[in-house]
């Protein structure tokens, strides 16, 4: 079992910068990738970046390409995503989620990001 808190969500105009974190606990060995996803009201969930725990390989939506970072401590068992550049249309719930090697997955509850214009 992994469990994953997220925190940093909040209000910010457009143009603002934000930084989400997600701390994982429990079967931290087993995790593989891990990465955040948004869900905006109405629309599905949709990925946003994703980070591997051994090579730190990244992936990124096109959407957010250039202006979000996800970086990831494992001393500490945190995945950040640093938001630059915020647009009104980044407002979702944010979740992150961890991927084991044997292909489970593992989500938080979330953290609600509200970009303003």
């Known amino acids: 079992q992994v469990q994953l808190v997220e925190s940093g969500g909040g209000l910010v105009q457009a143009g603002g910068t934000l930084r989400l974190s997600c701390a994982a606990s429990?079967?931290?060995?087993?995790?593989?990738?891990m990465g955040w996803y948004r869900q905006a009201s109405g629309k599905q969930r949709e990925l946003v970046a994703t980070?591997?725990?051994?090579?730190?390989?990244?992936n990124y939506a096109d959407s957010v390409k250039g202006r979000f970072t996800i970086s990831r401590d494992n001393a500490k068992n945190t995945v950040d995503l640093q938001m630059n550049s915020l647009k009104p249309e980044d407002t979702a719930v944010y979740y992150c989620?961890?991927?084991?090697?044997?292909?489970?997955?593992?989500w938080g509850k979330g953290t609600q990001v509200t970009v303003s214009s």
């Open positions: 989620r961890a991927r084991t090697r044997l292909g489970w997955d593992y």
């Open positions: 980070i591997t725990s051994g090579s730190s390989t990244t």
């Open positions: 429990g079967s931290i060995d087993s995790i593989n990738t």
